[in-house]
């Protein structure tokens, strides 16, 4: 039986962090060598250029709206969506309007 200490806290993702103007902000809220969990705001117009990881990246939008290219291929996500990056694959990402994002990076 678990006791109330033993429990973690519930993250409230979009009340987890704050959008910055004309700036993106980060926070890693797990991080072990086999992978993180790093919560993201956008303002508006604001992004990651196109780059690539050896391993899967899984988006999680949990407000707002953006486009995600994988490939040269652009998709829209909105609070909710989720996406899987395939490993070795160019992406970018642009926020549409500010957005809030989980990236979820597993080394395995």
Do not use: W
Not at 44 to 57: F, I, K, R, W
Not at 58 to 77: A, D, K, W, Y
Not at 81 to 102: G, W
């Amino acid at each position: 039986m678990s006791t109330e200490s033993d429990l973690s806290p519930v993250i409230r993702l979009a009340e987890s962090i704050e959008y910055q103007e004309g700036g993106v902000v980060s926070r890693e809220i797990v991080s072990r060598k086999t992978g993180t969990l790093t919560i993201f705001a956008f303002d508006q117009g604001q992004g990651l250029s196109e780059h690539t990881a050896p391993y899967d990246a899984t988006v999680l939008c949990v407000e707002g709206e953006m486009e995600i290219s994988i490939s040269g291929r652009p998709q829209s996500l909105t609070a909710g969506d989720l996406i899987i990056m395939p490993a070795n694959q160019p992406h970018s990402l642009r926020a549409v309007s500010p957005v809030k994002m989980l990236l979820i990076m597993i080394r395995a």
